[in-house]
């Protein structure tokens, strides 16, 4: 099996906002030009159609993956989103990463009239959609068709049975480093609770089919500040943070900050510890986070 540890990194930028279309394009040739690996968009109400913005972002780009990071499965029917998906891939020119979530946000589905199932019907739905999507996709007598002979497909999330639908299915694996407290109340995993996630997914890759490499494991990234004080942006944090100790989130791989040669130096150290080696930057960060790809390049 590939040691995590020696795996390239990649970054993603995570884009929230349009603007005008010459907005868009000029947002993504920033992002191309600054170095970012791949660019994302996310599947919220209220944030511009993810596939529309992508195929966008493929005009106004030639090196970056795009990808959305990630979709709500309970917006799609398998059906429909495999005829997105492929008719997607030809527009991007095969630069396609499909992410696919269970869905957290009750009130959208509300307003959008879909149900929103407990989180064991959610699961279920996410599985279903991953194994439908793929079977259409690689069936030779499916149209349109794909340009990649498999579209890369990451799934994110923490909880047990995501963990093990991805290690079933994904090219990738996106932690996003969230919890819920006692009162089920959002709150960021402390680090040895993200590392016993990970320690989770290790156990369910062994039932990871013979044929698929050992997925790549990405971490989602909420806070960049170069030489700044860390503790500073502790409120910009998703989720509650006091249950962490400062240490703990000086140390934590949701906040990165410090010169850049340091965060860096985390960067490793994450890769090192956790595994992860592809790191999605929310887009407020996107030339923050800049001096720190110039410096891991140099």
Known sequence: MTNQADRPFRFAVNMFSAGTAADWRAKCRRAEELGYDVILVADHLGMPAPFPFLAAAAGATERPRLGTYVLNAGFWNPALLAREVATAD??????????????????????????????RERVDHL????????????????????VQPRVPVVIGGNGDRVLRTAARHATTMAFTGGGTGPDGTPRLLAPAALE????????????RPAE???????????VVTVDGDPLARRGD????????????LSDHPALLSGPAE?????LHAHRARYGFSYFTILEPYMEEFAPVLEYLRA
Do not use: K
Request: charged share 25%; proline share 6%.
């Open 90 to 119: 030809q527009l991007t020119g095969g630069r396609l990463e499909l992410g696919l979530g269970t869905g957290y946000v009750r009130a959208e589905h509300e307003s959008a009239g879909l149900p929103f199932g407990s989180p």
């Open 127 to 146: 599985a279903h959609t991953v194994t439908e999507v793929g079977r259409l996709l690689a069936d030779p007598g499916h149209m349109p068709a794909a």
């Open 196 to 207: 016993e996630r990970v320690a989770a997914y290790r156990r369910f890759e062994a039932e």
């Open 212 to 222: 698929l490499a050992p997925a790549e494991l990405n971490f989602l990234v909420q």
């Open 237 to 248: 944090l998703m989720g509650d943070t006091a249950h962490l100790t400062d240490e703990e």
């Open 262 to 266: 340091d965060i860096a130096a985390r």
